[in-house]
């Protein structure tokens, strides 16, 4: 038999994860770091991928049309929105079936120092938003000599 230490503090953290994690959107909570998704009904699968002159995303978006996403790039900050409906429901006496899940998303992903966001483009094909990123110079770090 092994002792366990008694701390009070411990219950109240996991009340308090547990809490969290109930009032979460159902798609889950993730950091800015990797997209966030809060307040959205659903978050599409994204891949990011560096190129040598460009950051590509690749974001699944099936059944949304173009016209119903938006992409912005403000604030060292890249923002994916949009809608998409359900198109199929099928309804019977006593039970109602939607498979596919449908209603409003959000994503957003910092940006690094190097992206030319006056040039990012944005394009849909087979359900797939790819956007890209061009990058401009690195800018060089500079030792700045410390006079004494």
């Known amino acids: 038999m092994s002792l366990v230490r008694y701390e009070p503090a411990n219950l109240f953290d996991q009340f308090q994860r547990e809490l969290t994690r109930f009032f979460e959107p159902r798609t889950g909570m993730l950091s800015r770091e990797f997209g966030e998704t809060l ?40 923002t994916l929105k949009g809608e998409r409906s359900s198109e199929r429901e099928i309804k019977e006496k006593d039970y109602r079936r939607v498979e596919r899940s449908y209603g409003s998303f959000y994503r957003s992903f910092s940006l690094p120092e190097y992206a030319d966001t006056e040039r990012i483009t944005a394009k849909t094909k087979d359900g797939v938003l790819e956007v890209r990123i061009p990058k401009t110079a690195k800018s060089n770090a500079k030792r700045i000599a410390v006079e004494g």
């Open 39 to 78: 307040g959205a009904q659903w978050a599409p699968a994204v891949d990011i991928r560096e190129e040598a002159n460009a950051l590509v995303l690749l974001a699944d978006v099936p059944g949304v049309e173009p016209n119903k996403i938006e992409v912005t790039a403000t604030n060292g900050m890249l």
